[in-house]
């Protein structure tokens, strides 16, 4: 079964909330929840404003609100972050703005069921 990428382009500005199987990446403005069983990828132009819950997520650009990753989350350089991590494994890059709480646990269960 191929992954499919659910994606919000540059210059869109999106409010509402998300249930999905697949993966999803935002390179515009995201308001709203977002459950993903995949991975989701905050990119250099995206700026989201919410909670989600997911397995992965990177984040590139700015991210305001609580996260919930079962496996990894990761900031890469240049993004900017406010706000609550919950995850079992965190990396971050040099130059990478952190303003918020991290809790970190070996193995965190979805509170959640995915779509």
Sequence with gaps: MPNHVN???SETQMVGDTVT????RIDGSYEGNIVSS???VIGETGQYRGTVQCRFLDVWGKYTGTVEASEVVSFKTGAIFEGEVHTAKLM????VV???NCTMQEELKPKMEYA
């Design 7 to 9: 994606r919000i382009c």
């Design 21 to 24: 199987n697949s993966d999803m």
């Design 38 to 40: 995949g991975k989701l």
């Design 92 to 95: 971050m890059e040099l130059g």
């Design 98 to 100: 952190f303003n918020g």
